[in-house]
């Protein structure tokens, strides 16, 4: 069974840093994409990032690229998402996703597996 955890949401100072971690099981971690998403309450969900397992290749949104870093631990199989530079509009609750082979997207549609989500909130 294919399972994803997010952990390391929080509340956070505006310009302070988290980094999220999706811990992956049920299959073999590289040979998938890997996607991080946001949804904000009465927002649509946003893609903010992805990585290709297979080759390490990233992609980031236009409106985090400069303050996000994907990374992907075999070892563990586990994604990081390193953020820095917090704003308060970066609160949401914030997904990881899969797919398996090597392309890598930020769109929301192209992934089967999902996990729960963990809650970031960015205070002023």
């Known amino acids: 069974e294919v399972q994803l955890v997010e952990s390391g949401g929080g509340l956070v100072q505006a310009g302070g840093s988290l980094r999220l971690s999706c811990a992956a099981s049920?299959?073999?971690?590289?040979?998938?994409?890997i996607g991080w998403f946001r949804q904000a309450p009465g927002k649509e969900r946003e893609g903010v990032a992805c990585?290709?397992?297979?080759?390490?290749?990233?992609y980031y949104a236009d409106s985090m690229k400069d303050r996000l870093t994907i990374s992907s631990d075999y070892a563990k199989n586990t994604v990081y998402l390193q953020m820095n530079s917090l704003k308060p509009e970066d609160t949401a609750v914030y997904y990881c996703?899969?797919?398996?082979?090597?392309?890598?997207?930020?769109?929301?549609?192209?992934?089967?597996?999902w996990g729960q989500g963990t809650q970031v909130t960015v205070s002023s």
């Open positions: 990585i290709s397992s297979n080759d390490g290749r990233t």
């Open positions: 996703a899969a797919k398996g082979g090597k392309i890598a997207t930020i769109l929301s549609w192209w992934y089967d597996y």
């Open positions: 049920g299959f073999t971690f590289d040979d998938y994409a």
